[in-house]
């Protein structure tokens, strides 16, 4: 199985599920949000829409606003004394050699 970074929204048949399965993928890490919309009755799924929505655009809220600047100005001060530091590279994703 693969891995891109390419936003899809594709629905599928999927025998005796009663509706299309959903395949959704954002794209690029930050660009959008996937969204399926269930349509349940009687306690079962009916049917699945998918969306794949940008997450720029939308009007700012201004309780999440003040949520966020909350946040940041504690983060400010939690994150203001130095508890260590490194004393090489911090790498993900290697190879080395197991001995």
Known sequence: MGHTHVPYNYAYDVPKLGHKRSVLQT???????DQIKLTVIDGKVAA???????????????????????AKA???VQGKPKIGEITADIKRAVTTERV
């Open 27 to 33: 794209g690029r890490y930050g660009d959008a949000l």
């Open 48 to 70: 699945a829409e998918g969306a794949v929505l940008p997450l720029k655009g939308y009007p700012a809220d201004p309780a999440a606003a003040q949520l966020v600047a909350d």
């Open 74 to 76: 504690e983060a400010d």
